[in-house]
């Protein structure tokens, strides 16, 4: 798919630890979208420094903002509020998502405290990208799939640095030894499946063993593959696997029954997966063929 991608400036909103692009995509259909797409936003562990995983990133987020995703990207928004409780915080989604575009603050509903109804937005998952407009600020909700929900951890670049290091750039993808500039470290267990007790609230004393358990590394695009795999994990129970080999190295194709949807817990139910830790997975699979051959 030819991309029509015109980038502008690189702005910093340091109250919320968050950086965008400024940048207008157009589509063959005419439109055109005036947007801001973060590339730190530490809600979902997004932290791009380098030039071709930001160019990768943008690639990424203008197929998922094409027109036609638009109308699906709702509905499953729509299953997602129903029967849901945040009768304060779901006016303002709807407002945000309304026709995708950049909102004024004086636009939102009625509220003592609109920066935390925005908030609660972020902590379900959602991108919101913010800018300064003299006296009041705009914002405008990115339809892509959320993130981590309810939660988040947040690495600096020294600890992304360390875990790095302790993990020698492997790429678990790969199986080999990577670029680091092309990689990132990836929490094995799936932030779709946290809640707001699995979170740390802070990584920075984060132990090397820890460190070594948690994590893997892989490339900006496989993250986004796994990214999408769980969630489609989450919403159909069906457990996906890499490379287009259907193998276990415990449990099988279902989330198993006994173990909850979300939550620490949760995370015996992605044990044994190959997106959940990919080199456990390959050392399983390998010692099966071996004892078959």
């Not at 797409?37 to 530490?42: A, L, T």
């Not at 959602?126 to 981590?148: F, K, Q, S, V």
């Not at 390959?282 to 099966?288: E, P, S, T």
């Amino acid at each position: 798919m030819a991309r029509n991608i015109q980038t502008s400036d690189t702005r910093h909103h340091n109250k919320a630890a968050e950086t965008y692009i400024d940048v207008v995509f157009s589509y063959d259909d005419g439109t055109t979208l005036d947007i801001s797409v973060p590339i730190v936003y530490r809600r979902t562990g997004l932290d791009l420094q380098e030039s071709d995983e930001i160019k990768a990133h943008l690639e990424t987020v203008y197929d998922q903002l094409h027109p036609e995703n638009r109308a699906a990207w709702k509905v499953e928004q729509a299953a997602y509020w129903e029967g849901s409780k945040a009768h304060v915080t779901k006016p303002f989604f709807d407002v945000l998502a309304a026709d995708f575009r950049w909102v004024a603050g004086n636009e939102l509903p009625a509220n003592k405290n609109p920066a935390r109804r925005l908030q609660d937005i972020k902590e379900a998952g959602y991108t919101i990208a913010t800018r300064n407009r003299g006296r009041d600020y705009e914002y405008i909700l990115l339809p892509i799939p959320r993130g981590g929900e309810t939660g988040y951890e947040y690495w600096s670049g020294a600890l992304r640095a360390r875990i790095m290091n302790l993990l020698a750039n492997y790429d678990a993808y790969e199986g080999k030894q990577g670029n680091p500039k092309h990689l990132l470290p990836d929490h094995k267990f799936p932030e779709i499946r946290w809640d707001r007790d699995t979170a740390r609230d802070a990584l920075d004393g984060l132990s090397d063993g820890d460190a070594r358990r948690d994590f893997q590394l892989v490339s900006n695009q496989r993250n986004q593959q796994k990214r999408e795999a769980c969630r489609g994990c989450r919403r159909t129970g069906a457990r996906p696997y890499p490379m287009g080999i259907k193998f276990y190295s415990s449990g099988d194709d279902c989330w198993p029954a006994d173990v909850p949807a979300t939550g620490k817990a949760a995370e015996a139910g992605c044990q044994g997966c190959g997106w959940y830790d990919l080199e456990a997975w390959r050392q399983a699979l390998i010692a099966k063929a071996t004892r078959e051959v």
